[in-house]
């Protein structure tokens, strides 16, 4: 005889009851920099070439594939991808807004897509920030989070 034991494993939720929608998420984040590295930026001055455009492609192509990244989402049809960037004097704020019809929200995707941009911004500009050790003492991501996020 056997019987079934209920475990605490891991497993994706099911939403196959759940009526489609349109979903909408927003998320930003942050990346400090040096003034002069964010001038080098702004001049395109940056040995690996263009960083905005490089986050910006590198944040959708990580939106397309967030749940091949965090096991538990789910994949969705992606209908919209906007990656904004404003660039102060010491930082950069990434904002990612995805949009899709489906089950389930976006805003992991939202948040994937602004983590990998300020990672590729500073995979970009790394050799522009390190000190005399090689290390990144002024160099730093923070705040990412969720602004928004929607269903219609």
């Not at 538990?72 to 950069?92: A, E, K, L, N, W």
Request: aromatic fraction near 4%; charge should be neutral.
């Amino acid at each position: 005889m056997f019987s079934h034991i209920q475990d605490d494993r891991a497993r994706m939720v099911d939403i196959s009851s759940k009526p489609d929608s349109v979903r909408r998420a927003v998320a930003m984040g942050e990346i400090q920099l040096k003034p002069r590295t964010l001038e080098a930026i702004k001049n395109r001055q940056i040995e690996k070439g263009e960083v905005l455009e490089t986050a910006r492609i590198a944040a959708i192509m990580a939106v397309k594939h967030t749940s091949f990244v965090i096991p538990m989402c789910h994949t969705i049809p992606i209908t919209s991808i906007d990656v904004r960037f404003d660039v102060g004097i010491d930082i950069i704020k990434a904002t990612v807004e995805v949009k899709s019809t489906g089950q389930t929200g976006v805003e992991m995707e939202a948040l994937h897509g602004v983590s990998v941009a300020l990672l590729t911004v500073w995979d970009m500009v790394k050799s522009a920030e390190k000190d005399e050790t090689g290390n990144y003492p002024f160099t730093r991501i923070d705040n990412i989070r969720v602004l928004e996020k929607s269903k219609q």
